[in-house]
């Protein structure tokens, strides 16, 4: 029952961000809409914000494992595409939510802040898992962060036009870059 409130939330948000805007609604309203109440909201979510930005783990322990299971030795780039597309399917899967939930972060300049942030973070994360790997700290750093520049653009690319999938998206952008190195 807990997962499926906080499914019902989740979508209830990104339909009223979608019909309001995301300042114009409350954490009550999205509770009221998805049938719960507040304090149920609240049990799941910090905030509101929260509602958008709740897949960042998920997301991280993914990427984090296709870093694992990488060939060991293998350049950092590789290592990081390599988790990249590993965790297409996902990403896939969530399409149907992460389309609205896009827009509505596009349209809320505080959101594309949070999602920088959320972004920084991961890019944290994954320089770290690299350099577990014994890539020296400076190259991971910098790995992790134009890996994850990207994964985001490839990310919002994909999610904004219809075309080639995920994965030959990843692909270009990885024979790109490595045409500009």
Not at 2 to 7: E, L, N, S, V, W
Not at 76 to 100: G, M, Q, T, Y
Not at 138 to 162: F, N, Q, Y
Request: net charge negative; aromatic share 6%; glycine share 4%.
């Amino acid at each position: 029952m807990a997962a499926t409130a906080r499914t019902r939330l989740q979508q209830a948000a990104v339909d009223l961000f979608g019909e309001r805007g995301f300042d114009s609604t409350t954490a009550a309203e999205i509770a009221a809409r998805a049938g719960v109440t507040e304090r149920t909201f609240f049990r799941h979510f910090a905030d509101k914000r929260e509602v958008l930005f709740d897949g960042q783990a998920v997301l991280l322990e993914a990427l984090l494992t296709g870093i694992e299971t990488g060939a060991r030795d293998a350049p950092p780039l590789d290592i990081l595409f390599h988790a990249f597309r590993s965790v297409c399917p996902l990403l896939e899967a969530n399409r149907p939510f992460s389309e609205p939930r896009q827009a509505v972060i596009s349209a809320t300049p505080s959101l594309q802040e949070r999602e920088l942030a959320k972004m920084a973070a991961l890019a944290e994360a994954l320089a770290q898992a690299l350099r577990t790997r014994g890539i020296p700290e400076d190259r991971a750093r910098l790995a992790a962060r134009i890996g994850m520049a990207v994964l985001a653009d490839v990310t919002l690319a994909w999610l904004s036009e219809t075309g080639p999938s995920l994965r030959d998206r990843l692909d270009r952008a990885e024979q790109d870059l490595k045409a500009l190195i």
